[in-house]
């Protein structure tokens, strides 16, 4: 059996089915290397996040099923961290949970009814919780903030060193793994492609396509899901000094309540890496080594860096990346199991893919292994949502929604009242 992309996905998904099945013979093949996609360059936040709200899902698929998957998710960090500790793997792993910190009163309005809306649908104190100001100053210092929405279910960790743990343990187990591999069609047969610009052709009878953000340039996924690019900075490490001021001891993960998605960690080596989205969606899904940085944005996530640790003013930014994840028309991540055919498409998990993955690449095994397992009855499971329009009203649509957050943070943080409208018109475009 043949498994298409060596990230996350990929790698789980062959470690997972070669301990089931010892006896198959997998190839897990990448167009590049392993962990050159968003699995080698995220934001280490491994997170029991879900993309779609847990309000939207339980509309979607009853409240027992919506928290069932929200659980799984979880519980996928749990595994991930026992599966470290057992592998002995050093992977920078510090699960101190996650905090997401108002800054002004409409985000506190926000992240208090977030919080509410989780309790109301089977999540506990113990889940998520609010801190106050007081609290949050114990955790770490974010200049302005008025207190944070608090979950343990979330660790930091250094994401390429997590692939190349899985890497390891994919050869340990037997899989071949294959780079300069690139697969341009799925057929009867296998996977046609080339081989370092050659053509090639992979006979295999499971075929796995776990090409997340890149899943556009193969045909017959064009509109499958949308490449939405995130970027990074990371800062040189910082003085002990200036740690004493910050505190972030427990390195828990740190986002911002803004509209406009930003996530931090402090890293083992003591700097700040700090991410956010906000760069416009390119025609027909395009996805080139240049996108790869961006200066406006990069100046807009080092400006918000400078707000929130003021203190880092000073400090040098080393480096500065960024990568496609992929956003499905619903935002519903997904394993799709066609059995009769033996094809399987995972992912689709916007921005929370890490632990994610994990949990998709029990169900590519459960499923290819034939064994029962609760994973396979989770709605994620053969969820299948409509495709993104064609273009040119893709290109319109998204980068329409995609500007809203910006003004809508700027509309709350000027007039201090939620910019509602702009978050309904959102939610029509992208969600
Ligand atoms: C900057 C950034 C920050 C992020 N931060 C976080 C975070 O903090 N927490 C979180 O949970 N998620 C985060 N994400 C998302 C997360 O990284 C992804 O959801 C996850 O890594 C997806 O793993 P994957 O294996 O499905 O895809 P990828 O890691 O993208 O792997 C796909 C692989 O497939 C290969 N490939 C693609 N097409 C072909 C082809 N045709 N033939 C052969 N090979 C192919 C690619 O080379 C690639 O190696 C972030 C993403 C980015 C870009």
Not at 359 to 367: D, E, I, N, Q, T
Not at 378 to 399: C, K, M, S
Request: proline share 4%.
């Amino acid at each position: 059996m043949a498994i298409i992309g060596a990230g996350y996905t990929g790698l789980w998904s062959a470690v997972h089915l070669a301990e089931l099945r010892p006896d198959l013979d997998i190839i897990v093949l990448d167009a590049a290397e392993p962990g050159f996609g968003a699995s080698g360059r995220n934001g280490g936040w491994c997170s029991g996040l879900f993309p779609v709200e847990i309000d939207s899902l339980t509309a979607l698929h009853g409240r027992d099923a919506a928290l069932a998957m929200q659980r799984a998710a979880i519980d996928s960090v749990e595994e991930i961290g026992h599966w470290i500790n057992r592998q002995g793997v050093d992977c920078d792993w510090a699960k101190a949970g996650t905090l997401t910190v108002a800054t002004n009163a409409v985000q506190e309005v926000r992240l208090r009814g977030a919080v509410d809306t989780l309790h109301r649908h089977g999540l506990d104190d113990a889940d998520v919780r609010w801190i106050d100001g007081e609290e949050l100053a114990r955790r770490v210092t974010v200049a302005g903030a008025l207190g944070a929405s608090y979950s343990p279910h979330c660790a930091a960790l250094h994401p390429l060193k997590l692939v190349n743990a899985l890497v390891d343990r994919a050869g340990e187990l037997g899989v071949a793994i294959v780079g300069g591999l690139r697969a341009d069609a799925i057929d009867d047969t296998g996977i046609s492609g080339s081989l370092d610009e050659r053509p090639t052709h992979i006979a295999a009878d499971w075929v796995v396509r776990a090409t997340e953000g890149y899943t556009p340039m193969l045909r017959g996924a064009r509109r499958a899901v949308i490449p939405l690019y995130s970027y990074m900075v990371a800062t040189e490490p910082l003085s002990n000094d200036t740690w004493r001021d910050i505190g972030w001891d427990a390195r828990e993960t740190l986002a911002e309540g803004r509209l406009m998605v930003t996530y931090a960690q402090r890293t083992a080596d003591g700097r700040i890496a700090f991410g956010g989205r906000g760069a416009g969606y390119r025609y027909a899904s395009r996805i080139a080594g240049r996108f790869d940085a961006d200066d406006t944005v990069a100046r807009r996530i080092v400006a918000t860096l400078h707000e929130l640790f003021p203190a880092t003013r000073g400090a040098q930014i080393t480096h500065h990346w960024g990568g496609p994840l992929a956003v499905p028309r619903d935002w519903h991540p997904s394993v799709v199991v066609n059995r009769a055919e033996r094809r399987i498409s995972a992912g689709g998990y916007v921005g929370d893919g890490v632990a994610l993955s994990h949990l998709a690449g029990r169900a590519v095994a459960a499923a290819i292994a034939g064994e029962g397992s609760a994973v396979l009855g989770l709605p994620f499971v053969n969820h299948v949502g409509r495709h993104w329009e064609a273009e040119p009203l893709r290109f319109i649509g998204v980068n329409a929604g995609l500007r809203l957050p910006v003004l809508a943070d700027a509309i709350e943080s000027r007039t201090g009242r939620p910019a509602t409208r702009l978050g309904k018109l959102m939610d029509r475009l992208l969600g």
